[in-house]
Nanobody, 120 residues
């Protein structure tokens, strides 16, 4: 599975941004997909995930009220809508995917990352 993330950019605090991640490859329709982020000097952290069918979603507690993850199963593309962005949301955002048979704490595929910069 190959992942291509896009949609990052520079925004002012309070604004919204939507990231996209397109999955391709033989198993692209059969993976759980998610987003992680890594801020400068910090460890990578979980942001959100969505099941293969899009029926189950999960968010990081700290961001849950500002996020919406969705999936276009026809296009094998996942979208992460981020609202009311804050300067502390500045990070490189990574798309990831997990085979349905993999343990829940393992992510098998990673995209290249897209930078989100939020200015105050």
């Amino acid at each position: 599975v190959q992942l291509q993330a896009s949609g990052g950019g520079s925004v002012q605090a309070g604004n919204s941004l939507t990231l996209s991640c397109a999955a391709s490859g033989e198993s692209a329709s059969r993976v759980t997909m998610g987003w992680f982020r890594q801020a400068p000097g910090k460890e990578r952290e979980f942001v959100a995930r969505i099941s293969r069918t899009g029926g189950t979603v999960d968010y990081a507690d700290s961001m849950e009220d500002r996020l919406a993850i969705s999936r276009d199963t026809f296009k094998n593309t996942v979208y992460l809508e981020m609202n009311n962005l804050k300067p502390e949301d500045t990070a490189v955002y990574y798309c990831a995917a997990r085979n349905v048979w993999s343990p829940s704490d393992r992510w098998d595929y990673w995209g290249q990352g897209t930078l989100v910069t939020v200015s105050s």
